[in-house]
Protein backbone atom coordinates (compact mmCIF):
# COMPACT_ATOMS: atom_id res chain seq x y z
CA UNK A 1 0.00 0.00 0.00
CA UNK A 2 1.39 3.35 -0.63
CA UNK A 3 2.27 5.71 2.05
CA UNK A 4 -0.13 8.59 3.26
CA UNK A 5 0.65 12.17 1.37
CA UNK A 6 2.49 14.87 3.47
CA UNK A 7 3.88 17.94 1.93
CA UNK A 8 7.37 17.92 2.98
CA UNK A 9 7.71 21.09 4.58
CA UNK A 10 5.67 23.61 6.36
CA UNK A 11 6.74 26.70 8.88
CA UNK A 12 5.30 29.77 10.59
CA UNK A 13 6.40 32.34 12.82
CA UNK A 14 5.97 32.14 16.51
CA UNK A 15 2.13 32.89 17.37
CA UNK A 16 1.26 31.92 14.24
CA UNK A 17 -0.86 29.16 13.57
CA UNK A 18 0.11 26.51 10.57
CA UNK A 19 -2.03 23.74 8.92
CA UNK A 20 -0.28 20.15 8.01
CA UNK A 21 -2.16 17.94 5.76
CA UNK A 22 -2.20 14.20 5.17
CA UNK A 23 -3.98 12.69 1.92
CA UNK A 24 -5.14 9.14 1.56
CA UNK A 25 -7.82 7.41 0.10
CA UNK A 26 -11.30 6.12 0.72
CA UNK A 27 -9.34 2.61 1.88
CA UNK A 28 -7.09 4.06 4.91
CA UNK A 29 -7.85 8.16 5.37
CA UNK A 30 -11.64 8.51 3.95
CA UNK A 31 -12.88 5.09 5.65
CA UNK A 32 -11.40 5.27 9.17
CA UNK A 33 -11.38 7.41 12.24
CA UNK A 34 -8.24 5.99 13.22
CA UNK A 35 -5.45 8.78 12.09
CA UNK A 36 -3.14 9.90 14.37
CA UNK A 37 -0.24 12.74 14.32
CA UNK A 38 2.95 11.87 15.61
CA UNK A 39 5.57 14.58 16.19
CA UNK A 40 9.71 13.97 16.13
CA UNK A 41 12.46 15.59 16.99
CA UNK A 42 15.70 14.50 15.73
CA UNK A 43 16.94 12.07 16.89
CA UNK A 44 13.95 10.69 19.37
CA UNK A 45 10.85 8.68 19.62
CA UNK A 46 7.91 9.64 17.81
CA UNK A 47 5.16 11.25 20.25
CA UNK A 48 1.56 10.60 19.68
CA UNK A 49 -0.48 14.12 19.56
CA UNK A 50 -3.30 13.44 18.32
CA UNK A 51 -5.30 10.03 18.28
CA UNK A 52 -9.07 8.99 16.36
CA UNK A 53 -8.48 12.10 14.18
CA UNK A 54 -9.35 14.63 16.84
CA UNK A 55 -8.31 13.57 19.95
CA UNK A 56 -5.36 14.49 22.32
CA UNK A 57 -3.86 12.54 24.79
CA UNK A 58 -3.40 13.71 28.33
CA UNK A 59 -0.94 16.11 28.79
CA UNK A 60 -0.62 17.25 24.84
CA UNK A 61 -1.32 21.35 24.69
CA UNK A 62 -4.60 21.80 23.28
CA UNK A 63 -2.80 24.31 20.95
CA UNK A 64 -2.67 20.91 18.88
CA UNK A 65 -5.56 19.99 16.64
CA UNK A 66 -6.80 17.27 14.66
CA UNK A 67 -9.79 17.32 11.65
CA UNK A 68 -10.61 15.10 8.65
CA UNK A 69 -12.79 16.22 5.84
CA UNK A 70 -13.16 13.33 3.20
CA UNK A 71 -9.67 11.65 2.39
CA UNK A 72 -7.47 14.07 3.68
CA UNK A 73 -6.48 14.50 7.32
CA UNK A 74 -5.05 17.66 9.07
CA UNK A 75 -3.46 18.74 11.98
CA UNK A 76 -3.45 22.30 12.84
CA UNK A 77 -0.68 23.74 15.73
CA UNK A 78 -2.08 27.28 17.12
CA UNK A 79 0.10 29.27 18.65
CA UNK A 80 3.63 28.52 17.21
CA UNK A 81 6.52 27.96 19.42
CA UNK A 82 9.71 27.07 18.82
CA UNK A 83 9.51 24.01 20.38
CA UNK A 84 6.64 22.91 18.17
CA UNK A 85 9.84 22.57 15.29
CA UNK A 86 9.75 19.17 14.36
CA UNK A 87 8.82 16.39 11.51
CA UNK A 88 5.16 15.35 11.72
CA UNK A 89 4.12 11.89 10.50
CA UNK A 90 0.20 11.21 10.47
CA UNK A 91 -0.86 7.56 10.18
CA UNK A 92 -3.89 5.73 9.23
CA UNK A 93 -5.51 2.17 9.92
CA UNK A 94 -5.77 0.86 6.43
CA UNK A 95 -8.62 -2.08 7.17
CA UNK A 96 -7.60 -5.55 6.51
CA UNK A 97 -5.35 -5.17 10.09
CA UNK A 98 -2.68 -2.97 8.31
CA UNK A 99 -1.50 0.61 9.14
CA UNK A 100 0.03 2.90 6.95
CA UNK A 101 2.35 6.05 7.72
CA UNK A 102 2.76 9.23 6.04
CA UNK A 103 5.97 10.16 4.84
CA UNK A 104 6.20 13.13 6.77
CA UNK A 105 6.41 16.86 7.12
CA UNK A 106 8.98 18.71 8.69
CA UNK A 107 7.63 21.68 10.13
CA UNK A 108 9.66 25.09 10.94
CA UNK A 109 9.39 28.17 13.11
CA UNK A 110 10.91 31.03 11.63
CA UNK B 1 6.38 4.90 34.03
CA UNK B 2 6.58 2.60 31.18
CA UNK B 3 9.73 2.47 29.73
CA UNK B 4 10.57 0.54 26.31
CA UNK B 5 14.22 -0.50 25.39
CA UNK B 6 15.63 -2.04 22.04
CA UNK B 7 18.21 -4.05 22.05
CA UNK B 8 20.11 -6.42 19.40
CA UNK B 9 23.17 -6.41 17.08
CA UNK B 10 23.69 -2.91 15.61
CA UNK B 11 25.03 -5.03 12.19
CA UNK B 12 23.42 -7.65 10.66
CA UNK B 13 25.18 -8.96 7.56
CA UNK B 14 22.93 -9.41 4.07
CA UNK B 15 21.09 -12.38 3.92
CA UNK B 16 21.31 -13.28 7.51
CA UNK B 17 18.53 -12.70 9.90
CA UNK B 18 17.95 -9.42 11.95
CA UNK B 19 17.26 -10.23 15.63
CA UNK B 20 16.00 -7.40 18.02
CA UNK B 21 14.20 -7.42 21.75
CA UNK B 22 12.21 -5.30 23.35
CA UNK B 23 12.38 -5.37 27.15
CA UNK B 24 9.13 -3.16 29.11
CA UNK B 25 10.28 -1.63 32.80
CA UNK B 26 7.17 0.31 34.68
CA UNK B 27 4.51 -1.96 33.89
CA UNK B 28 3.43 -5.43 32.21
CA UNK B 29 2.69 -5.90 28.57
CA UNK B 30 -0.73 -8.07 29.56
CA UNK B 31 -3.77 -6.10 27.68
CA UNK B 32 -1.86 -4.39 25.18
CA UNK B 33 -0.83 -4.45 21.75
CA UNK B 34 3.07 -4.06 21.00
CA UNK B 35 4.41 -2.91 17.77
CA UNK B 36 7.76 -2.69 15.85
CA UNK B 37 8.38 0.32 13.65
CA UNK B 38 10.93 1.20 11.58
CA UNK B 39 12.71 4.70 9.89
CA UNK B 40 15.34 4.04 7.24
CA UNK B 41 17.43 7.26 7.32
CA UNK B 42 16.21 10.37 6.47
CA UNK B 43 13.17 8.43 5.58
CA UNK B 44 9.43 7.88 7.38
CA UNK B 45 7.65 5.57 9.37
CA UNK B 46 7.15 2.30 8.18
CA UNK B 47 4.82 -0.26 10.75
CA UNK B 48 6.58 -3.98 10.64
CA UNK B 49 3.33 -5.54 12.93
CA UNK B 50 2.07 -6.07 16.01
CA UNK B 51 1.60 -8.81 19.13
CA UNK B 52 -0.64 -9.20 21.56
CA UNK B 53 0.48 -10.87 24.79
CA UNK B 54 -1.22 -14.09 23.96
CA UNK B 55 0.71 -14.02 20.96
CA UNK B 56 -1.63 -13.16 18.57
CA UNK B 57 0.35 -11.33 15.88
CA UNK B 58 -0.22 -8.71 12.61
CA UNK B 59 2.39 -8.09 9.85
CA UNK B 60 2.61 -5.71 7.55
CA UNK B 61 1.61 -7.55 4.23
CA UNK B 62 5.02 -6.41 2.08
CA UNK B 63 7.21 -7.89 5.22
CA UNK B 64 5.21 -10.66 5.99
CA UNK B 65 6.53 -13.49 4.53
CA UNK B 66 10.56 -12.37 6.39
CA UNK B 67 9.00 -11.01 9.84
CA UNK B 68 8.11 -13.24 13.09
CA UNK B 69 7.35 -11.17 16.24
CA UNK B 70 7.57 -13.49 19.72
CA UNK B 71 6.12 -12.66 23.09
CA UNK B 72 7.91 -13.45 26.54
CA UNK B 73 4.99 -12.35 29.40
CA UNK B 74 7.57 -13.92 32.30
CA UNK B 75 10.45 -11.54 31.02
CA UNK B 76 8.19 -8.81 29.91
CA UNK B 77 9.72 -8.89 26.32
CA UNK B 78 8.69 -8.24 22.85
CA UNK B 79 11.01 -10.34 20.04
CA UNK B 80 11.50 -9.41 16.23
CA UNK B 81 12.87 -11.28 13.53
CA UNK B 82 13.68 -10.39 9.90
CA UNK B 83 15.20 -12.56 7.61
CA UNK B 84 16.93 -12.44 5.04
CA UNK B 85 18.06 -8.96 5.22
CA UNK B 86 19.23 -6.77 2.53
CA UNK B 87 20.73 -3.19 2.88
CA UNK B 88 17.09 -1.55 2.23
CA UNK B 89 16.49 -3.35 5.89
CA UNK B 90 18.60 -0.56 7.48
CA UNK B 91 17.31 1.21 9.72
CA UNK B 92 16.31 2.77 13.51
CA UNK B 93 13.63 0.16 14.19
CA UNK B 94 11.27 1.24 17.40
CA UNK B 95 9.03 -0.48 19.12
CA UNK B 96 5.89 0.57 20.60
CA UNK B 97 2.92 0.62 22.76
CA UNK B 98 -0.54 0.19 21.44
CA UNK B 99 -2.96 3.42 22.95
CA UNK B 100 -5.27 2.87 25.43
CA UNK B 101 -7.91 5.41 26.01
CA UNK B 102 -10.27 5.36 28.76
CA UNK B 103 -12.75 3.56 26.56
CA UNK B 104 -10.71 1.22 23.99
CA UNK B 105 -7.41 -0.06 23.28
CA UNK B 106 -5.94 0.06 19.83
CA UNK B 107 -3.41 -2.10 17.97
CA UNK B 108 -2.54 0.95 15.77
CA UNK B 109 -2.07 4.41 17.93
CA UNK B 110 1.28 4.13 19.69
CA UNK B 111 1.63 6.17 22.93
CA UNK B 112 4.58 4.75 24.62
CA UNK B 113 8.05 4.51 22.39
CA UNK B 114 11.50 2.65 22.69
CA UNK B 115 14.35 5.26 21.97
CA UNK B 116 14.99 3.02 18.97
CA UNK B 117 17.97 0.79 17.96
CA UNK B 118 20.06 1.32 14.75
CA UNK B 119 20.63 -1.81 12.90
CA UNK B 120 22.92 -1.61 9.50
CA UNK B 121 22.70 -4.32 7.45
CA UNK B 122 26.60 -4.49 5.55
CA UNK B 123 29.16 -7.03 4.99
Known amino acids: QSALTQPPSASGSPGQSVTISCTGT?????????VSWYQQHPGKAPKLMIY???KRPSGVPDRFSGSKSGNTASLTVSGLQAEDEADYYC??????????FGGGTKLTVL | QVQLQESGPGLVKPSETLSLTCTVS????????WSWIRQPPGKGLEWIGYIYNSGTTNYNPSLKSRVTLSVDTSNNQISLRLSSVTAADTAVYFCARGFCSSSSCSRFQFDYWGQGAQVTVSS
Open chain 2, 26 to 33: GGSISNYY
Open chain 1, 26 to 34: SNDVGGYNY
Open chain 1, 91 to 100: SSYAGSNNLV
Open chain 1, 52 to 54: EVN
